[in-house]
């Protein structure tokens, strides 16, 4: 009887100080796991400035991060990075993409968005060389953005580069799109297979050194 009485109570302290983990993660906890998740799934650890969570009412919420592109004489555009999906746990799925994620909510506060590189060379403060998995390029800035937020509507981080001022790309110039970027050939052809659902002629390309 004394055996059976301490494993109710070690059960019910268990349920306590589990529920009492679970439920006291906050939305802004939700929002900075997320950007952590997103950051260590991202080569070039960028994080995108704004995020918002929304309680869905049965257990799950849905996290958006999302940036403001200036497009000059005043006017922005929003571009979101990335829709997640998740259960009070920190475990769900990118609602465009349909992979798995799991949010790290015991480290939400570990990692700020000044502590990220923004994807330059420490020494030198020149961009870094990459892997792009490339979906679109144009003359037109203006319509390379508008590709650009059909991809990210697709739920891929991405980028757009001006070929010219890189070692291994178009040298005659073209404004070109990436997923991406990513620091190896391998992850990028893993990321090619996905996005091809969508961008049937994506390809990898390696961006060569940054020239200016």
Request: aromatic share 16%; net charge negative.
């Amino acid at each position: 009887m004394k055996k059976i009485t301490i494993s109710i109570i070690l059960a019910a302290v268990m349920v306590f100080f589990g529920s009492v983990g679970t439920f006291a993660v906050t939305n802004e906890e939700f929002c900075q796991a997320a950007r952590n998740y997103y950051v260590s799934h991202s080569w070039d650890e960028y994080v995108p400035p704004y995020a918002n969570c929304v309680d869905n009412g049965d257990g799950t919420y849905t996290i958006q991060l999302y940036d403001y592109v200036d497009e000059g004489n005043g006017l922005s555009h929003m571009t979101t990075a990335a829709w997640y999906r998740v259960d009070r746990n920190g475990k769900g799925h990118n609602t465009v993409t349909s992979e798995y994620v799991r949010l790290d909510l015991s480290s939400s506060e570990s990692m700020k968005t000044s502590d990220y590189c923004r994807g330059y060379d420490d020494v030198q403060g020149t961009p870094k060389s990459f892997y792009g998995v490339w979906c679109a390029a144009s003359k037109s800035y203006a319509e390379i953005l508008q590709k650009q937020d059909e991809l990210t509507a697709c739920g891929f981080p991405s980028k757009v580069y001006y070929t010219a001022q890189w070692s291994n790309l178009n040298s005659e110039g073209w404004y070109a799109l990436s997923a991406g970027p990513y620091a190896s050939q391998e992850y990028a052809q893993d990321r090619l297979l996905v996005i091809q659902k969508y961008y049937p002629d994506a390809y990898v390309r390696y961006s060569g050194q940054y020239i200016g």
